[in-house]
């Protein structure tokens, strides 16, 4: 009776396929795996449990996973340069929960980005940190709006001690500040904590700061955004081990049980693909991002952070008040085959989030497709056709992404 249902799901899936497979996907929180990381999801592991540690589980027949987790971890931390990394949070969000559970106490008073300034949803009231505690302050910005201005947030501390620190953002285009506080926090037993979520991948490949040798205390990340594998979270530190298994705990039983062996798998294929191609995608990645600033820059839009060379990561960000704003140029970008998120701007009132004035782009996604300088142009100009002209270009749009299908930086 519901086989027909079925089979409509089956032809939603592969319009969605056609459909994003003929966009330019310029989401900064996305990204494509490789067909031998697609090609080994919907194994048994889909359907497997092994809740603890490698050797210590509680469940029988892990052995194969034991193994494949065992060296997933390994070469987290040799690509991360530290001494532990939890692999088994599910998401960027989970992994974020399972950190502050264990750092964040009622009435702590926890720094973190705003959100107009880049901040994740986890990192506020509505979020994670927001189960823990009430007391969030945002860091103050300097008048650019895209750094946070550290003599102010030392001056600010003179008046009160938070317990935890939280850099890194969704809005990404300049490193933090962390080698600056961190011996403030080291100082004063402030917990330190970088959400590289949306870095993580040049911060592997070695083209974005290395927020742990900085100094620090625990980097949480999703491993789908920059970092192009299956969609999972990880933590990773040089904590004693003492207090490392406060993190280990509140990643199991904290915040998880059964971890996802299906995506974990998937994930330890792409960490080979980033450990071999990784260096060489992620500045391809920040050229294309400084290339498609400057394009859009030179085509008229008002490309945030010229000063400082627009952007350091995957992102661009545009102010688009002048014509229309964010959520009108995203839909109308969408209805020519390009995809990209409204967004708030820094100083912009946090009651604008659904009508922001800005849009955020990543390159991330059609770098690894294996577009480099002269496409981000191409792209700039379809941009200057659809959003200044007002011409439809859905059709050339379809037509470009039809020669960018193969998924580069992998064994494929
Ligand atoms: N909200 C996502 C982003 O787009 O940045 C991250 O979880």
Same mark, same amino acid.
């Given at each position: 009776m519901y086989e027909r249902n079925a089979s409509h799901i089956e032809s939603l899936v592969r319009d969605q396929n056609d459909w994003r497979g003929g966009c330019i996907n310029l989401i900064a929180s996305e990204n494509v795996t490789s067909r031998r990381v697609r090609g080994i999801m919907?194994?048994?592991?889909?359907?497997r449990y092994a809740e603890g540690h490698p050797g210590e589980?509680?469940?029988?027949?892990?052995e194969i996973i034991d193994e494949i987790e065992s060296d997933l971890k390994q070469h987290m931390k040799s690509l991360f340069r530290c001494k532990h990394a939890d692999v088994?949070?599910?998401s960027g969000t989970i992994a974020n929960d399972a950190v502050f559970s264990r750092y964040i106490r009622p009435g702590d008073i926890v720094m973190v980005n705003s959100t107009p300034a880049?901040?994740?949803?986890?990192?506020?009231k509505a979020g994670s940190v927001g189960k823990y505690t009430r007391n969030i302050v945002n860091f103050p910005l300097t008048p650019d709006g895209w750094h946070i201005d550290v003599d102010h947030t030392l001056d600010l501390l003179k008046s009160f001690d938070p317990r935890v620190m939280i850099m890194g953002k969704s809005l990404f285009l300049f490193p933090e500040p962390v080698k600056e506080l961190a011996p403030y926090c080291r100082k004063k037993g402030i917990h330190l904590l970088y959400?590289?979520?949306?870095v993580l991948g040049l911060v592997a490949g070695g083209q974005f700061q290395d927020p742990l040798a900085e100094g620090a205390a625990i980097v949480t990340g999703s491993t789908? /955004?920059?970092?192009?594998?299956?969609q999972r979270g990880v933590i990773l530190s040089n904590l004693d081990d003492e207090e490392w298994r406060k993190i280990d705990k509140g990643a199991f039983p904290g915040s998880s049980s059964?971890?996802?062996l299906e995506t974990l798998v998937a994930l330890t294929f792409a960490t080979y693909e980033m450990l071999e191609f990784g260096a060489e995608y992620a500045r391809q990645v920040v050229n294309n991002a400084k290339h498609f600033a400057r394009k859009l820059f030179d085509s008229g839009f008002k490309v945030q952070g010229e000063q400082f060379?627009?952007?350091?990561?995957?992102q661009v960000a545009i102010d688009m008040s002048d014509l229309g704003g964010g959520e009108s140029a995203a839909r109308n970008l969408k209805d020519n085959r390009i995809i990209v998120n409204m967004n708030l701007l820094p100083f912009?009132?946090?009651?604008?989030?659904?009508?922001?004035?800005g849009i955020r782009l990543g390159v991330q996604e059609m770098t690894r497709v294996g577009m480099k300088e002269p496409e981000m142009e191409r792209i700039a100009e379809l941009f200057k056709r659809c959003l200044?002209? /007002? /011409?439809?270009v859905g059709d050339e749009v379809k037509e470009f992404r039809a020669k960018f299908q193969e998924v580069g930086y992998s064994f494929d």
């Amino acid at each position: 009776m519901y086989e027909r249902n079925a089979s409509h799901i089956e032809s939603l899936v592969r319009d969605q396929n056609d459909w994003r497979g003929g966009c330019i996907n310029l989401i900064a929180s996305e990204n494509v795996t490789s067909r031998r990381v697609r090609g080994i999801m919907g194994s048994d592991f889909a359907h497997r449990y092994a809740e603890g540690h490698p050797g210590e589980r509680y469940y029988q027949g892990t052995e194969i996973i034991d193994e494949i987790e065992s060296d997933l971890k390994q070469h987290m931390k040799s690509l991360f340069r530290c001494k532990h990394a939890d692999v088994r949070p599910i998401s960027g969000t989970i992994a974020n929960d399972a950190v502050f559970s264990r750092y964040i106490r009622p009435g702590d008073i926890v720094m973190v980005n705003s959100t107009p300034a880049g901040g994740h949803i986890s990192h506020h009231k509505a979020g994670s940190v927001g189960k823990y505690t009430r007391n969030i302050v945002n860091f103050p910005l300097t008048p650019d709006g895209w750094h946070i201005d550290v003599d102010h947030t030392l001056d600010l501390l003179k008046s009160f001690d938070p317990r935890v620190m939280i850099m890194g953002k969704s809005l990404f285009l300049f490193p933090e500040p962390v080698k600056e506080l961190a011996p403030y926090c080291r100082k004063k037993g402030i917990h330190l904590l970088y959400d590289a979520a949306h870095v993580l991948g040049l911060v592997a490949g070695g083209q974005f700061q290395d927020p742990l040798a900085e100094g620090a205390a625990i980097v949480t990340g999703s491993t789908h /955004k920059t970092f192009y594998g299956s969609q999972r979270g990880v933590i990773l530190s040089n904590l004693d081990d003492e207090e490392w298994r406060k993190i280990d705990k509140g990643a199991f039983p904290g915040s998880s049980s059964n971890h996802h062996l299906e995506t974990l798998v998937a994930l330890t294929f792409a960490t080979y693909e980033m450990l071999e191609f990784g260096a060489e995608y992620a500045r391809q990645v920040v050229n294309n991002a400084k290339h498609f600033a400057r394009k859009l820059f030179d085509s008229g839009f008002k490309v945030q952070g010229e000063q400082f060379g627009f952007t350091e990561t995957h992102q661009v960000a545009i102010d688009m008040s002048d014509l229309g704003g964010g959520e009108s140029a995203a839909r109308n970008l969408k209805d020519n085959r390009i995809i990209v998120n409204m967004n708030l701007l820094p100083f912009e009132p946090l009651d604008h989030a659904t009508s922001a004035s800005g849009i955020r782009l990543g390159v991330q996604e059609m770098t690894r497709v294996g577009m480099k300088e002269p496409e981000m142009e191409r792209i700039a100009e379809l941009f200057k056709r659809c959003l200044m002209d /007002k /011409k439809f270009v859905g059709d050339e749009v379809k037509e470009f992404r039809a020669k960018f299908q193969e998924v580069g930086y992998s064994f494929d």
